[in-house]
Nanobody, 123 residues
């Protein structure tokens, strides 16, 4: 499985961005897809997780502002970021769970496949 993120950039507080994750490889290994972020000096944290059955998770700090979606026909996952805050500044990573024995949730260590990341900077 290969994951390639795009869509990051620099925006002012209150602005919006849409991140895109283009995926390739066996679909069964990317049924559960997640977005994580890591700010300098901080742990990588789960932001939004979306399973193939539609179940989803959002971190409390992004609920109501970020929206996760997927287009399986295009092998693409999106993260819409609205009402951005300076504290949202981080490198954002797309991840695929891989092992279906694990539940689809924000546990970073369970995700097997990772993209290279896309930087989001909010000023």
């Amino acid at each position: 499985v290969q994951l390639v993120e795009s869509g990051g950039g620099s925006v002012q507080a209150g602005g919006s961005l849409r991140l895109t994750c283009a995926a390739s490889g066996p679909s069964y290994e990317r049924a559960c897809m997640g977005w994580f972020r890591q700010a300098p000096g901080s742990e990588r944290e789960g932001v939004a997780i979306l399973d193939a059955d539609g179940s989803e998770y959002y971190a409390d700090v992004v609920k109501g502002r970020f929206t996760n979606s997927r287009d399986d026909a295009k092998n693409t996952v999106y993260l819409q970021l609205n009402s951005l805050k300076t504290e949202d500044t981080a490198m954002y990573y797309c991840a695929g769970l891989g092992d279906s024995r694990y539940s689809c949730g924000p546990a970073r260590s369970r995700f097997t496949y990772w993209g290279q990341g896309t930087q989001v900077t909010v000023s």
